[in-house]
């Protein structure tokens, strides 16, 4: 299923009018401001490269990044927050609310199991039908007996949104599916349980869970970009109308050159 990429790219235009005044080489003496962020845990990493280069260029400005889910962010960017993160795509309620998007980065979703699970492949359907509870153990896919522990994001998060929509099975996880709230708290699942699936950004994938191929495709930067791996979501950043100049500036310098360097890094560019 495609992707539902947000039609709110006129920000740009308006943004780059605000930021004509500040740009991430001018550290002179500006006084010190903090650019307040919040939600997407998914995105959460790759704000944190963001802002850890900035800060080395604009000395005068810190960035206070809350990873409370991309529910929190969309409600709260323009509010609590200068700017919001999202993993999933606004719905029409949250799109009339009037928050300036733009896409930043281009993620995949990685299924992962635990490091000795012999299973290394799992169609799009299977995996449906063991998110469904249709498939309840490893041994109907290829693996060895037992049980199949389901691990899920909670409801709210994006990253289970844009999951859900993209495998096919919204508003039908298995009953007693473990609903974690961090990607943190689902790798170490996965870490500690022998029979557990779970999912998680594919930039956020490290050495301590296995990543499962989908239809003979393995979850990579470059399948996501030639669009061989079909698991992947835009993330996104928000701002209200009232954005402080020196928040608008951050988010051009995250959409330039600059910032597109970091995002290639472990996810894909838009720029």
């Known amino acids: 299923m495609k992707i539902k990429w947000i039609a709110l790219l006129m920000a ?69 927050y200068q700017i919001g993160m999202s993993s999933r795509d606004l719905t029409p309620a ?6 300036r998007a733009e896409i930043v980065a281009i993620d995949g979703i990685a299924v992962i199991v635990n490091k000795n699970n012999a299973v290394s492949n799992l169609t799009i359907e299977q995996i449906r039908d063991i998110y469904t509870g249709a498939i309840t153990d490893w041994a109907q896919v290829g693996g060895a007996r037992g049980a199949i522990a389901v691990v899920s994001r909670e409801e709210g998060s994006g990253t289970r949104g844009a999951f859900e929509e993209l495998v096919g099975f919204q508003g039908k996880l298995r009953a007693g599916a473990n609903e974690s709230t961090s990607t943190g708290a689902i790798k170490a699942g996965i870490a500690q349980n022998p029979n557990a699936i779970g999912y998680i950004s594919l930039g956020s994938v490290d050495d301590t869970a296995k990543t499962i191929s989908v239809g003979g495709i393995a979850a990579s930067s470059a399948n996501v970009v030639n669009g061989s791996y079909k698991i992947a979501r835009p993330f996104i950043i928000l701002a209200g109308n009232n954005l402080h100049a020196e928040s608008a500036a951050f988010i051009q310098w995250m959409l330039g050159s600059e910032g597109q360097v970091i995002v290639s890094k472990s996810w894909i560019p838009v720029k």
Not at 13 to 37: D, F, H, N, R
Not at 52 to 66: C, L, M, Q, S
Not at 94 to 99: A, S
């Open 12 to 80: 740009a235009a308006v943004l780059t009018g605000a930021c004509s005044k500040g740009s991430a080489s001018q550290t002179g003496t500006a006084q010190p401001y903090t650019i307040e962020v919040g939600g997407s845990t998914s995105v959460t990493p790759l704000m944190e490269m963001f802002a850890h280069e900035y800060e080395k260029v604009k000395p005068n400005i810190k960035v206070n990044i809350n990873g409370t889910g991309s529910g929190d962010g969309i409600t709260n960017a323009g509010v609590t």
């Open 94 to 99: 949250e799109q009339g609310r009037g928050l």
